[in-house]
């Protein structure tokens, strides 16, 4: 470190000493202790001063009277922001902790550790503090509560694991493992004890006698040696059923290669130097696992006929099986009894791997003079609030009070009516952010505001939440509907001195499924008073042909005009409606019946301002029929991003119509107009856009 560095580290280290004076954390644990403990930890996994000045300054800042403008004064507003984050994060994690057993709470509370601040060193913090609490448990005899042993294994090891932080990782999980299994811990710990020296010793041998063999054929391989810590020998011995000696890889080699016929090659040297186990060799390279991983593993037998593992794969292979998306924490998280692979190709996982290249490149941005912290995370599209019970919500950054409660439960969205966000009663449209803890007011009766559905006024950020606003408001109008048509029938049949008769048999002669089917369309006139009673009066014994079958199926894109026979239709431009939208029709002055999707903003402002002029529609036989759909793509602006996706639609067999792309600072706005013969592949085809790399959002317009 500079000269600078060691000051600030001086610093912050006798500026907290005074205040941490006899000062102890939950565990037992001396506050000073702790905080050279966590700042031991940073410096072996290479974090740079400032965050290690934090390991000090978090602990501080919990004894300090106004602590942000304490530490701001003293340190710099960046590291007394870097310490509140950290301060914070441990108030919420100890929250969060009361609703554990939920379903799923486990993996939001790693994403909360990441998605809380937006800066990575936060989360080095929290896993340093746990390791050294880990190390002060061991050292002093005692034993953490269940839940904290869980916690250590199921949320800080897996996330080290991801990003990368395997010393940390191995620590966490052999620490909390003597714990979790203190029998298991004890027998395996002792086997390995008892022959350390010798596996150390024979790791060293065999690589030298491959390295060298590899050197007489003239392959240039890294080869790296490791063995098995006691927790993941133990979730081997689990995962397959082995007793401890049954365990085939305690000793294992990595051959690093630069080209796949080169693995083939140095696997064919493996088996000349050692006998091969025959029941224990795997080719992922010609049959990758599920989730993309590539390698050779067999299991021979080393020096001293002891069972040697070696992985033999290319560098692309290692990069992808160790930072992709793709990683190797996805089979080895399955559970103690998965070891089947699952799949890791979600947009999640991708935002992991980031977050990995974004501390791998720490170093190099400080060199070119960025200021830390201040790079943007890959976490900022998703923020984690809380309930009041301490259950973790996942919403997009931007939700606001009203999208909270949408996500909790539709009735519970449809009566808010207000929110307490961490104490305090706020707007509705009070942006969230990560770490709050949200509170709804609810109404006893009642549905939601058509504000809600103006976007300037932001109350609803989710697409879910605002569907469901439109489908409480389409089901308020249909009952409206239905309403006045069941007192326009029931007038008439009073009218005809038929008010005895059923109303379903009614309907049925009509031609129609249900009598709300008629009240509907009596209420909407799209069948008329008129033909009800001509019926009536002529009460025919064979019903007449159903009205929605009498309607000329040849108009332009199928579509059928309900109980007015052939008109004229044109699909609205603003919405393009395709099958199987639920569609309404407006008919036009001079250009027939123009066709809606029911949600589009355009048909509900025709209905609000013209309800006379609104008609039923319906999809009809489509014959050879193409629609136009727009859909919306958001990504990071890169060279060839317009290529890869136009690739995607190439391959589905997509014709593309249209195209409009917008390029701001480092994103893009893309809107392609293409044609399907309905909406069934646009799901599939919305899925392969979002796998194009960069591609934030795809969807239909």
Not at 418 to 445: C, F, H, M, W, Y
Not at 666 to 683: H, K, N, S, Y
Request: glycine share 8%; proline share 4%; net charge positive.
């Amino acid at each position: 470190m500079s000269e600078a560095d060691d000051a600030l580290l001086d610093k912050a280290r006798a500026f907290s000493s005074a205040l941490l004076e006899g000062a102890r954390l939950d565990t037992g644990e001396s506050a000073l202790a702790h905080a050279h403990g966590a700042c031991a930890v940073l410096r072996d996994i290479g974090a740079d001063a400032p965050t290690r000045a934090c390991a000090y300054l978090s602990q501080a800042a919990s004894q300090l009277a106004r602590p942000e403008e304490q530490l701001a004064g003293a340190f710099g507003a960046e590291l007394a922001r870097l310490a509140m984050e950290n301060l914070r994060l441990i108030d919420l994690l100890r929250t969060a902790r009361r609703a554990g057993a939920q379903p799923g709470h486990r993996e939001l509370m790693r994403r909360l550790l990441l998605a809380f601040s937006q800066d990575l060193r936060v989360v080095l913090l929290r896993l340093a503090s746990r390791l050294q609490s880990l190390r002060y448990f061991a050292a002093a005899g005692g034993t953490p509560g269940a839940e904290w042993i869980e916690e250590s294994l199921q949320v800080y090891a897996p996330l080290a694991n991801r990003l990368d932080l395997w010393q940390v990782k191995w620590q966490i999980e052999d620490l909390a493992f003597r714990w979790a299994q203190p029998e298991a811990w004890a027998r395996i710990t002792d086997w390995l004890a008892r022959r350390a020296a010798q596996r150390e010793a024979l790791i060293a041998q065999a690589s030298a006698q491959l390295l060298a063999r590899l050197n007489d054929h003239g392959i240039e391989a890294r080869i790296s040696g490791r063995s098995k810590h006691a927790y993941s020998i133990w979730r081997k011995m689990q995962g397959k059923s082995l007793q401890l000696d049954e365990v085939m890889d305690l000793l294992a080699l990595r051959v690093i290669v630069d080209r796949v016929e080169q693995c083939y090659a140095v696997l064919s040297v493996v088996h000349a130097l050692w006998q091969p186990f025959d029941a224990e060799y795997d080719d992922y390279i010609a049959r990758p696992k599920p989730n993309g991983y590539q390698s050779l593993h067999t299991v021979v037998r080393g020096p001293r006929q002891l069972p040697l593992e070696v992985q033999i794969r290319t560098a692309a292979m290692h990069a992808h099986a160790e930072q992709g998306v793709a990683a190797h924490w996805a089979y080895k998280e399955a559970g103690v009894h998965g070891y089947k692979g699952v799949s890791a190709a979600s947009r999640y996982d991708a935002k992991i791997a980031l977050a990995r290249q974004l501390l791998a490149l720490r170093s190099e941005l400080a060199a070119q003079g960025a200021t830390q912290g201040t790079a943007a995370t890959p976490f900022d599209d998703r923020i984690y609030v809380l309930t009041p019970q301490a259950r973790i919500i996942e919403l997009e950054t931007g939700s606001t009070p009203v999208d909270f409660a949408y996500a909790l439960h539709t009735e519970l969205g449809h009566r808010c009516r207000g929110a307490r966000i961490d104490g305090a009663l706020l707007p509705l449209n009070t942006e969230l952010r990560s770490g709050q803890t949200v509170d709804i007011v609810v109404g006893k009766q009642g549905g939601p505001s058509r504000d809600w559905l103006n976007p300037e006024l932001g109350f609803l950020h989710s697409a879910r939440a605002r569907a469901k606003v439109r489908a409480w408001f389409n089901a308020q109008a249909l009952a409206q509907t239905q309403a006045a048509g069941r007192a326009a029938v029931e007038k008439l049949l009073q009218r005809e001195g038929r008010s005895g008769m059923s109303l379903q048999d009614l309907a049925s002669g009509l031609g129609l499924r249900s009598a709300e089917q008629l009240f509907e369309r009596a209420g909407s006139d799209a069948l008329p008073l008129r033909q009800i009673e001509l019926y009536l009066r002529g009460a025919p014994d064979a019903p007449p042909e159903p009205a929605w079958k009498a309607a000329k199926a040849h108009q332009p894109g199928g579509v059928l005009v309900v109980g007015v026979g052939s008109l004229l239709t044109e699909l609205a431009r603003c919405c393009k409606p395709a099958p199987p939208d639920a569609i309404q029709g407006f008919v036009t002055r001079g250009r027939g019946v123009s066709v809606h999707r029911v949600d589009c903003s355009n048909a509900r402002n025709l209905l609000r301002q013209h309800p006379e002029r609104v008609i039923a529609v319906t999809w009809g036989d489509r014959g050879g029929a193409v629609y136009p759909v727009d859909i919306a793509v958001e990504a990071a602006d890169r060279q060839g991003l317009l290529r890869d996706i136009s690739e995607v639609f190439s391959k589905e067999k997509v014709n593309v119509i249209g195209v409009r792309t917008q390029s701001r600072a480092d994103g893009a706005q893309m809107r392609f107009t293409v044609e399907f013969p309905g909406l069934e592949r646009l799901p599939a085809v919305l899925q392969l856009l979002h796998e194009v790399k960069g591609v934030r959002k795809a969807s239909r317009r």
